[in-house]
T-cell receptor, first 111, second 116 residues
Framework: QKEVEQNSGPLSVPEGAIASLNCTYSDRVSQSFFWYRQYSGKSPELIMS????GDKEDGRFTAQLNKASQYVSLLIRDSQPSDSATYLC???????????FGPGTSLSVIP | GAVVSQHPSWVICKSGTSVKIECRSL??????MFWYRQFPKQSLMLMATSNEGSKATYEQGVEKDKFLINHASLTLSTLTVTSAHPEDSSFYICSARRSGATGELFFGEGSRLTVL
C-alpha cells in the first residue's frame, strides 16, 4: 500500500463552489500533515499545515485531520480560477523526519 | 518569510557531462535540505536528505555516486548530476527546513534539466 494516496482527478468545480480534496495515509505514526499547491511548471508552495485532530481554517482554506481514520482533507471555499493547480498532500512522521508527498490531485475551477 | 533560492532554473547539457545545481536558504539557516525529482505529471519523489556537515542520506534506488550531494554550510546544498544521460532529464527541486524547526518545508524554484 502506498504511503499517501490521493485521487488524481482532475476535479472540476465551478467558480464560487467548494472544492474538497482528500488524502489518506497508511503510517499511523505520522504526526504532521501539509497541503501544498503546485502550479504547472512551478515548485510547490505551502498552503496549510495541521498537526492535531479537527479543523484548521486559514482564509478560504480549511484543513481537516482525522488521525483515527487516517485521512486529511482540504476544503477551498469560494473557489477561484486562480486556484486551478495540483494539490499535494504531504506528511511527516516524527520530528525531523523526511516529508513524503502524495501523487497530487489536479483541480480545475471553471469560470 | 523563508526564502529558498535554486540555481540554475533551467539547464541543457550534452550526454555524459556533469551538472551542478545550487540550493540556498537566503534568510534562515537550514540544517537539513531535501532534494526531490519530479517527472511530468508525477508527484515529487524524494531523492536524498542533505545534512550540513555530514553525508547525505539517499532514498532506495537513488545512485549516490551519480547524484552527488554536498551540504557544506547552513545555507547551501548542492546536487551534482554526474555523467548525465537523457533519462536524467527532469525537474529537480530542493527544499529546506529551518534549523531547530520541524515540519514545514520551503521550496526553491526548481531546476529543469534537459540532457541531449
Amino acid at each position: 500500500q502506498k504511503e499517501v494516496e490521493q485521487n488524481s482527478g482532475p476535479l472540476s468545480v465551478p467558480e464560487g463552489a467548494i472544492a474538497s480534496l482528500n488524502c489518506t495515509y497508511s503510517d499511523r505514526v505520522s504526526q504532521s500533515f501539509f497541503w501544498y499547491r503546485q502550479y504547472s511548471g512551478k515548485s510547490p508552495e505551502l498552503i496549510m499545515s495541521i498537526y492535531s485532530n479537527g479543523d484548521k481554517e486559514d482564509g478560504r482554506f480549511t484543513a481537516q485531520l482525522n488521525k483515527a481514520s487516517q485521512y486529511v482533507s482540504l476544503l477551498i471555499r469560494d473557489s477561484q480560477p486562480s486556484d486551478s493547480a495540483t494539490y499535494l498532500c504531504a506528511l511527516q512522521g516524527t520530528s525531523y523526519d523526511k516529508v513524503i508527498f502524495g501523487p497530487g490531485t489536479s483541480l480545475s475551477v471553471i469560470p | 518569510g523563508a526564502v529558498v533560492s535554486q540555481h540554475p532554473s533551467w539547464v541543457i547539457c550534452k550526454s555524459g557531462t556533469s551538472v551542478k545545481i545550487e540550493c540556498r536558504s537566503l534568510d534562515f539557516q537550514a540544517t537539513t535540505m531535501f532534494w526531490y525529482r519530479q517527472f511530468p505529471k508525477q508527484s515529487l519523489m524524494l531523492m536524498a536528505t542533505s545534512n550540513e556537515g555530514s553525508k547525505a542520506t539517499y532514498e532506495q534506488g537513488v545512485e549516490k555516486d551519480k547524484f552527488l550531494i554536498n551540504h557544506a554550510s547552513l545555507t547551501l546544498s548542492t546536487l551534482t548530476v554526474t555523467s548525465a544521460h537523457p533519462e536524467d532529464s527532469s525537474f529537480y527541486i530542493c527544499s529546506a527546513r529551518r534549523s531547530g524547526a520541524t515540519g514545514e518545508l520551503f521550496f526553491g524554484e526548481g531546476s529543469r534539466l534537459t540532457v541531449l
